[in-house]
Nanobody, 115 residues
């Protein structure tokens, strides 16, 4: 079993920045994909950014140029640097890990961007 714990969410004004972290613990694992999803109020969960085993990154169009996903393999930690935040970035951000065999989710961290 793998546990994912997100942190770094909070309330920020539009134009501000936040950095989310996702710490993975538990059994050893191989990464197929690891990434961030978000769910805004009344909307479906959507992929925000991901990184695969080869380090290739993928972003939803709405965050390109503003968000950066990265990982520290030594610390088993995934990051999401979010700059130039907009009110439409508000939502619960979830860490997601695909290990080829299983898919794991964190409990989420809330990001609120005020106008």
């Amino acid at each position: 079993q793998v546990q994912l714990a997100e942190s770094g969410g909070g309330l920020v004004q539009a134009g501000g920045s936040l950095r989310l972290s996702c710490a993975a613990s538990g059994s050893s694992f191989r990464i197929n994909h690891i990434g961030w999803f978000r769910q805004a109020p009344g909307k479906q969960r959507e992929l925000v950014a991901s990184i695969n085993s080869g380090g290739r990154t993928n972003y939803v169009d709405s965050v390109k140029g503003r968000f950066t996903i990265s990982r520290d393999n030594a610390k088993n930690t995934l990051y999401l640097q979010m700059n130039s935040l907009k009110p439409e970035d508000t939502g619960v951000y979830y860490c997601n890990l695909d290990t080829f065999e299983y898919e794991y989710w964190g409990r989420g961290t809330l990001v609120i961007v005020s106008p």
